[in-house]
């Protein structure tokens, strides 16, 4: 199909232009002013409108089993990304005991397979350490998948790996040329908390995020800097939320180790005084939300490139699963949704209340993902040759967030009722319209497995 946008305003990582953009066979295939338009072209007015390259969600939880709920599968959730602007995103492989990490990839991708609106890639959970095998890493690298989780936490569900597993990790992902991404808490000292505070009986949402304060996060931090360093590997940290965390990689950074960081709309955004509320339960989610003087440092380390991602941990349950927790949050799916929020949220408390240049937004949203977890070059840019995955993003238009405009699985959201100005309305995917003018016009077979190659191409990076 070929499509000719025009009129729109151009906004890269680097620049900001207006000029017509001609899709064809997927790709952009000429960007300019005035263009000619073919014959038998779908020509869509983008006057007044700006032009993105499609967001990516490094960070996604798709069909997630906590507490006996399931969290929204690969149709709501894509449906929901989609009408949000992101054209791809990243999601977990995470092998049972005894499974081989190839086999559970299969069972995955069968899983997603004719359920995606937009594209979806994989991040591989090194789980259950003595399973593995030495060539599993390579191997998952050659099938496209060059990134890793693993966590310092949740022994239990058997997640959690010790230094010296992450060590070795790090060690044969550096080799093979793989990132591992780590979960970073310190299980002891909140197992230790956990059980002072259920012997005094306090065990609301509140008491959870006591639970698990920033230094909590800060020393797991610092100690899987510590592994990565000792093997001479990248590493990014997944959702940091305190401004121990940021102390600790502004100290990593100092000392040039090569470190990679996220942060998330929700731990930017949303007070822990919401969780003391009567509905406290539906903002639970591991990192804790917290206080503002955590924000601010958020904030900052964003501003100074210490975090260079912004993405959502989206995991998606229904409010009815949530509010099972209300009297022990040992019994809440921890977790919010945020996929269909991302790029409106981070427009109106970035770009709008001036923390974020329109290109800044764009870097840390879709150009930088991009580099980090090896979409480059088809994908987290708008230029000729690139994949065709664009959003056409109106700045003018003021939405009200509820889960009726976000299409997506769940009946609330963390950000009910919050007003903003500027929202995507048309999201195109490879060429497809998926969204057009805010309604549904793309099929859930669109989307598809990105294969995704070399890592960590952050500019002045190896």
């Excluded at 998330?264 to 591991?286: I, N």
């Excluded at 699963?321 to 269909?340: H, L």
């Excluded at 930088?368 to 979409?375: K, L, N, Q, S, V």
């Amino acid at each position: 199909m070929t499509v000719i946008i025009k009129g729109g305003r151009l906004i890269t990582a680097i620049d900001s232009y207006t000029a017509d953009l001609l899709v064809g066979d997927g790709k952009i295939a000429e960007i300019g002013v005035d263009l000619a338009v073919p014959p038998g072209a779908d020509v869509y007015n983008a006057t007044g409108k700006l032009i993105l390259p499609g967001i990516i969600d490094a960070h996604v939880h798709v069909d997630l089993e906590l507490r006996g709920h399931a969290s929204s599968g690969f149709r709501a959730t894509t449906r929901e990304a989609a009408f949000g602007g992101v054209t791809s995103f990243l999601t977990y492989v995470t092998p049972r005991k005894g499974e081989g990490l190839m086999d559970a990839v299969a069972a995955r991708q069968a899983q997603a397979d004719g359920q995606c609106y937009v594209d979806y890639g994989l991040h591989a959970s090194l789980v259950h350490w003595n399973d593995r095998e030495g060539d599993e890493i390579p191997q998952l690298i050659e099938a496209g998948i060059p990134s890793f989780k693993m966590y310092t936490v949740y022994s239990d569900a058997g997640l959690s790996s010790n230094e010296d597993e992450l060590y070795e990790a790090f060690l044969l992902a550096g080799q093979h040329g793989g990132l591992i991404e780590v979960h970073c808490e310190n299980e002891w000292m909140i197992e230790s908390r956990i059980t002072r505070l259920a012997n005094q009986g306090r065990l609301s949402a509140a008491d959870h995020a006591e639970s698990r304060p920033g230094y909590v996060e800060g020393e797991a931090v610092a100690a899987v800097i510590r592994a990565a360093y000792n093997a001479g590997a990248p590493v990014y940290i997944v959702h940091v939320s305190s401004g121990e965390a940021v102390q600790t990689i502004a100290e990593a950074d100092d000392l040039g180790i090569d470190i990679f960081a996220e942060t998330c709309p929700h731990l930017l955004l949303l007070d822990e005084a919401k969780l003391a509320a009567p509905d406290g339960q539906r903002f639970a989610t591991c990192p804790p939300i917290r206080s503002e003087a955590h924000r601010e440092e958020l904030w900052d380390a964003l501003e100074e490139e210490l975090i260079q991602v912004v993405a959502t941990d989206h995991a998606e349950f229904m409010a009815e699963a949530k509010d099972e927790g209300r009297e022990d949050f040992r019994k809440i799916p921890m977790g919010v949704p945020g996929i269909g929020t991302l790029l409106p949220l981070m427009w109106q408390f970035g770009v709008v209340e001036g923390r974020l240049t329109e290109n800044e937004l764009v870097d840390i949203l879709s150009t930088r993902p991009a580099e980090i977890f090896g979409f480059c070059p088809e994908k987290g840019t708008l230029s000729l040759g690139t994949d065709a995955d664009i959003v056409v993003f109106d700045p003018a238009l003021g939405v009200t967030i509820s889960p009726e405009v976000l299409h997506g699985y769940t009946d609330y959201s963390p950000y009910e009722g919050l007003a903003v100005t500027g929202w995507p309305v048309c999201t195109m995917l490879r060429g497809n319209w998926v969204v057009k003018d805010r309604e549904l016009v793309g099929d859930h077979e669109l989307g598809s497995f990105v294969k995704r190659g070399k890592v960590c191409q952050r500019p002045g990076r190896a």
